[in-house]
């Protein structure tokens, strides 16, 4: 999984500069940079949960490209963006706003409110992964962008509109997505059953859990 994603990325962006961040470098980051209130709310939680906090603060602060390490590459990074590409949003096919890559300039609002709605939600009694990381960044961009949210798996056609306006935004970029062989940053014949094989592998060597709790 590293051969075909995160390593195979450095080596095509040698002009890039690449962060490998530790749970504890993670966590400090969060210390350092949020309000002492908001830390508390999260101080206790798992590290996936973390860093469903961590790459939004970390893109609005500074910008630039998150990206999970189960992801293939075989893309260079300046073939897709240029000096004027304020974001890019990918979408998992037809069924939501993909939260395992993002692609933002500093100073994003639709980061911005993807905090404020994970905070709102947390004040709220909400504990879910999914709902808080996946589902409240798809909430934050349609409520930002469209006036309301929208949910995972909305009506036929309704990604493919919003897709189709945000495209039309001066220095946006809207792609659809086809995990694994069909993704902004990878295009190539695996199968998706190699991909998952190797991505439970992957959190197997390192004692991770899938958010899913199924594995």
Known sequence: MIKKGLARLIEMN???EVIVHTDDEVDQYLLE???GSLYDMI???GIVDKVDVWRLLKLYREGGVYVDVDRWCNKKLSDLIDEDTICVLLTNGDSDFSHDMMISAMGNPILEAALEMYFERRRHGHTETYFLGAQTYMHAITSMLFGEPVN???PEGVMSQ???LINTVPNFK???EELPNNTFIYEGDGT???WESMKRSLYSVYGLKHW???W
């Open 192 to 194: 998706q059953d190699e």
């Open 162 to 164: 919003m897709r189709d």
């Open 174 to 176: 809207c792609i659809k």
């Open 212 to 214: 899913t709790g199924e």
């Open 152 to 154: 995972t798996n909305p």
């Open 14 to 16: 040698p002009d890039w």
């Open 43 to 45: 101080k206790d939680v």
């Open 33 to 35: 940079n949020m309000d």
